[in-house]
């Protein structure tokens, strides 16, 4: 028997029925779809509408969704931690809102604040709850409604983004299956090129902050596009290196989905074949900390018990890192 380990061995997602397509898009901004599909993959995303619709709103249906194909009582689950930059309030975390909204009433919860490497530092702290042998049923989520921090007049960062949320369950393993290792860096430098002004304590809200849009995210994309290839392509490798995983023996390479070009030049410089990378960018664009788990749905038929994954993020802070885990279970294909 190997040593504790923590396990996925369930996932599922949630989005919105809303589709904004690039056309629509146009119609809003000095956009055009040639323009977005070239310098971003991105063809559509999804949009949560509708009045007192906040992340909750996603991260409830996903955990439902997860408790029943996994056959998991709400009451067995012991903690749920939500990674998002778009909780329905400053506080309460969200992550406690969705457990009470899903009757998980013996777990607590608390959210994790990494922008689009949330999802990944939440999936390695969860674990290490699981390791420790003090929880055994964990859920992680990874959700954001960036619809609601977007600025639709500005078309450098409105057609990149979207709503989504995705869950997994980690349970324990005793078969090496599971989190193996992770790396996770961390650059509070980064903060001028991807960031908030206002409606955090350091500038709460006013009159004039709404007046003059520092409520949406502000975003300087050069920069912020090469520090994402540099970060994420080297901890896939450190990561990849000191697991032995090469370009044959890791079966998928999950990318956070901020650009299709980010993720054509990771797979590049790690020497691996696109047809080894998910992707699904071009269906709900950058959902944020949502990315890595509707991933994860969207290629859950395809997995097999045992396939080599490495995961990886860059975000806003600057955040990033990867994470080597072997899949739990086979998918329904
Ligand atoms: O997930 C968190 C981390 N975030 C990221 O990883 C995002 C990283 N950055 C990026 O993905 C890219 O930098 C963007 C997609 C944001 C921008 O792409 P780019 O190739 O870096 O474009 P750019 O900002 O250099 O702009 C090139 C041109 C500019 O026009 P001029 O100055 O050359 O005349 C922009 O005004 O493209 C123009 N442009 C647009 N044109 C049509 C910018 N946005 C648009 C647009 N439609 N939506």
Not at 69 to 90: R, W
Not at 194 to 220: C, I
Request: aromatic share 8%.
């Amino acid at each position: 028997m190997s040593k504790l380990t923590a396990a996925i061995t369930g996932v599922h997602g949630y989005l919105p029925d809303y589709i904004l397509t690039n056309a629509e898009l146009a119609t809003i901004v000095d956009t055009n779809d040639e323009w977005i599909t070239t310098r971003t993959g991105i063809k559509e995303r999804r949009i949560l509408k509708g009045e007192e619709m906040g992340t909750s709103k996603m991260v409830i249906p996903a955990i439902e969704g997860l408790l029943e194909k996994t056959g998991t009582k709400p009451e067995d689950v012991e903690l749920i931690i939500c990674a998002t930059v778009t909780g329905d309030s400053i506080f309460p975390d969200t992550a406690n809102t969705a457990a009470y909204h899903t009757g998980c009433v013996n777990a607590f919860g608390f959210d994790i604040n990494a922008a689009c490497s949330g999802f990944l530092y939440a999936l390695s702290v969860g674990a290490k709850m699981v390791e420790g042998g003090t929880h055994k049923k964990v859920i992680v989520v990874g959700a954001d409604k960036m619809s609601s921090i977007v600025d639709y007049t500005d078309r450098t960062t409105c057609v990149i983004f979207g709503d989504g949320a995705g869950a997994v369950l980690l349970e324990p393993n005793h078969d090496g299956l599971g989190v193996l290792d992770y790396e996770h860096r961390g650059d509070g430098s980064g903060e001028k090129y991807l960031y908030l002004v206002a409606g955090g304590s350091r500038k709460p809200a006013t009159v004039d902050s709404v007046m003059a849009r520092e409520h949406f995210v502000r975003q300087n994309g050069a920069p912020v596009f090469k520090a994402a290839v540099s970060g994420m392509t080297s901890m896939v490798g450190e990561v990849m290196g000191r697991n032995n995983l090469t370009a044959e023996n890791l079966d998928w390479l999950v990318p956070h989905q901020a650009n299709i070009r980010i993720i054509q030049a990771i797979s590049r410089m790690a020497d691996l074949p696109m047809e080894k990378v998910m992707v699904n960018i071009q269906k709900y664009g950058n959902t944020t900390a949502g990315t890595l788990p509707l991933c994860l749905w969207d290629y859950e038929n395809q997995l097999k018990k045992g396939d080599n994954l490495v995961l990886t993020a860059f975000g806003g802070g600057f955040t990033w890192g990867a994470l080597y885990l072997k899949w739990a279970y086979d998918g329904q294909a």
